[in-house]
């Protein structure tokens, strides 16, 4: 458990080569088996670890045996050894068809093949793309993307390391609890099954979840021997430094070509945006949307060589059919790390299809086949019945989440929009220039990347239409990002950072041409271009600093659990047997007393009051010892102590309040009996209760 004030950042690097060793090392062996050069696979790392993690988790679970280092690699060698004798029966099969072949007299002929040559103009593949093992990268290369994950890391690391000063701490917001605490039940079980992961919260401890974050970090805690917190603040470090800019690298490569010239600017546009990755290390705080955004590069890189044959470009990363089958199989990972992933590579991949239907129809033009017609109806009928489904099935919750109305006027809103400065964030210019000059980049040198702008522009405009508009109508379109600015920014940062990519990589090709003939040209014009960058910008990290800062260090009103407050619930925990259940006001902080000290909770977070037991006790748990059925209510529910006392969160309103009046009456009323007092809170035991 939590003990706070004693774990620096210096003190968990090993837990740091854990969470990076968890995150890649299955994924990596599991996408070289599926046949990815070894960069491509460091990129789809991440993703498929995920994926493999939570499956094991899931079997585990089923046969009734304990999550943890044992069982993470059982289940990993095991997916490991099913991709080794699939591999080897299909290379024998096509042995065999190969001999049938030749014994015919015809050359086996493989129209799946990505490893022929691609047609090259001005020394990359035409319109932008690569194939799958164009110009395997040289040490130069590997040289470059190493220092440039090292920049990465460090960049990311500074920030959050300057900001926190610990790895036990945490941002103050609401749903922080929540992702803390589900990680540390998990743990406690030893079980990170996530048709089991809402057992946290709900009143008969199951129930299922997307919960791929939780369950990456209650691994890591129970691997490396961490409490969960510092196990979260590692994993959300390697993440965002590591696997995120990684994502970024391999689906810029399969885009603008496989070289050092788009290895090095992509890396360094992966942290230059406040908006992603940090904006979503305070806020919420959105844990699992950091993580699910981080892992979309990888799916959107295998659709784009799912949806090569399409668009008439090299496949890249893998060959069309194996790469569809392993979106579909890691879609897994990507939903459960965050269901707002899945409906964002939704939308790239319909904006994707569409337009590459578009222009398969005007390459058909005039022919008058049945086939170009088919393809022109399909390019009508994909956005439409998308958006009619998108339209019917919308949940009423999402719909209705927010406050509705404009946050800004109409010009402030422009300008965070072509600013890349949501929410009081810093502006950024320079990025917006670098991404204007991108779009003009994408449509003279990498035309089959279309789909980039249109995208950028498309979450733009959400975001205007949310910060701006916000009426019911813009909800039908902003709904699956809960009708909120943060996320739209977020999710955008994605084709901005492509489109900052290809003006960076612009600028490596007009550097390397003052030296064409020497061979390492590229990659010291890479060097220069992204030190300048990042001189210019100093990394943006005294901006990004800023955005954080409010959430780890809040004032009164904005704070859940000050060090002090943990403090002393940690003393708490020490007094509390372990099967007893503690009823506290959530909007008081005294529900990270499970943080803490592991002691449960009868409300666990202000969004679990639950009708029944919990909603009752909450409102008349002080009248225990004069009414019979808050008595059997909290024998029940095993609630034998109660915690009072501690200032609300700013955004608990009177009548969220009230619903509590029965936990914070227990100071005083009879059949409680005070234990201890620390900090600005008093621990009560109930010592009667009426029959």
Same mark, same amino acid.
């Given at each position: 458990m939590l003990s706070p004030g004693v774990t620096t950042w210096g003190d968990v690097v090993p837990v740091l080569l854990v969470a990076a060793t968890v995150l890649f090392v299955p994924g990596v062996v599991s996408a070289r088996l599926a046949g990815l050069a070894w960069l491509s696979a460091l990129g789809m790392a991440p993703l498929v670890s995920t994926t493999i993690l +939570? *499956? $094991?988790?899931?079997?585990? /679970?089923? !046969? $009734? @045996?304990?999550?943890? &280092?044992? *069982? &993470?690699? !059982?289940?990993?060698? %095991?997916?490991? +050894?099913?991709? /080794? &004798? !699939? &591999?080897?029966a299909g290379r024998i099969r096509k042995g065999q068809q190969g001999r049938s072949r030749l014994r015919g007299g015809r050359l086996p002929l493989d129209w799946g093949r990505t490893d022929r040559p691609s047609t090259e103009v001005a020394g990359r593949p035409e319109g932008g793309g690569t194939t799958a093992s164009a110009s395997r990268p040289g040490l130069g290369e590997w040289l470059v993307l190493l220092a440039s994950l090292s920049v990465t890391s460090l960049a990311v690391a500074v920030v959050l390391i300057h900001v926190s000063g610990s790895p036990e701490a945490f941002p103050q917001h609401p749903d922080t609890i929540f992702h803390l605490g589900d990680a540390q039940w998990m743990a406690e079980r030893r079980d990170i099954s996530i048709l089991h992961a809402a057992g946290f919260i709900s009143t008969s401890g199951a129930g299922a979840y997307p919960a791929a974050f939780h369950a990456m970090t209650a691994t890591i805690a129970l691997v490396a021997g961490v409490p969960v917190v510092v196990a979260t603040s590692c994993f959300v470090l390697v993440v965002a430094g590591v696997a995120w800019p990684m994502a970024l690298v391999v689906l810029a490569r399969s885009l603008f070509g496989a070289r050092p010239g788009v290895t090095a600017? %992509? /890396? *360094?546009a992966s942290v230059l945006f406040t908006a992603f990755p940090f904006m979503l290390m305070g806020f919420g705080v959105l844990w699992p949307s950091l993580f699910g955004e981080a892992l979309l590069p990888a799916s959107l890189a295998l659709g784009a060589a799912a949806l090569s044959p399409l668009a008439r470009i090299p496949a890249p990363i893998a060959r069309p059919w194996p790469a569809a089958a392993l979106l579909g199989v890691t879609l897994l990972g990507l939903t459960a790390a965050h269901p707002n992933a899945l409906l964002t590579l939704m939308h790239f991949g319909v904006i994707a299809l569409t337009g590459a239907l *578009?222009?398969?129809?005007?390459? +058909?033009? $005039?022919? $008058?086949? @049945? @086939?170009? %017609? %088919?393809?022109?109806?399909a390019a009508v009928a994909i956005p439409v019945l998308f958006a009619v489904v998108l339209t019917a099935l919308r949940p009423a919750t999402m719909v209705r989440t927010g406050a509705p109305g404009p946050e800004l006027s109409a010009w402030s809103a422009l300008g965070d929009t072509v600013l890349f400065a949501p929410r009081d964030a810093g502006w950024l210019p320079l990025l917006s220039v670098l991404a204007a000059v991108g779009v003009v980049v994408v449509a003279r040198h990498h035309r089959t990347a279309w789909w980039v702008p249109v995208s950028g522009a498309y979450f733009a405009v959400l975001f205007f239409l949310n910060v701006a508009v916000d009426n019911p109508v813009t909800r039908y379109l902003t709904w699956p990002w809960f009708n909120n600015a943060v996320r739209l920014a977020a999710f955008g940062v994605l084709p901005a950072a492509l489109l900052v990519t290809a003006t960076g990589l612009l600028a490596v090709d007009l550097l390397a041409r003052l030296r064409p003939r020497w061979r390492h040209a590229e990659v010291v014009a890479s060097v220069l271009v992204v030190g300048v960058l990042l001189g210019l910008t100093r990394g943006y990290v005294p901006a990004h600093e800023r955005w954080l800062y409010r959430y780890f260090h809040p004032d009164t009103a904005h704070s859940w659990a000050s060090p002090q407050e943990l403090a002393a619930l940690h003393r708490f925990g020490r007094l509390i047997p372990p099967g007893a259940v503690t009823a506290a006001n959530p909007w008081n902080g005294g529900t990270y007393l499970y943080v803490v000290s592991g002691r449960r909770l009868l409300v666990p977070t202000e969004k679990s009051l639950a009708k029944g037991d919990r909603a009752f006790l909450a409102a008349n748990l002080d009248h225990a010892a004069s009414d019979p059925l808050v008595c059997a209510a909290a024998r029940r529910q095993h609630v034998e102590y109660a915690i009072v006392g501690g200032r609300p969160f700013a955004w608990g309103t009177p009548a969220s309040l009230a619903l509590y009046r029965g936990i914070d009456g227990v100071a005083g009323a009879p059949g409680f009996t005070q234990v201890a007092a620390a900090g600005p809170y008093r621990l009560y035991r109930v010592t009667g209760c009426a029959s």
């Open positions: +939570l *499956a $094991g988790g899931v079997v585990t /679970a089923m !046969a $009734g @045996r304990p999550w943890g &280092l044992p *069982a &993470l690699v !059982a289940s990993t060698v %095991a997916v490991w +050894l099913v991709q /080794a &004798l !699939a &591999l080897g600017p %992509a /890396a *360094a *578009a222009i398969s129809v005007w390459r +058909l033009r $005039g022919n $008058g086949s @049945r @086939r170009s %017609a %088919a393809v022109a109806v």
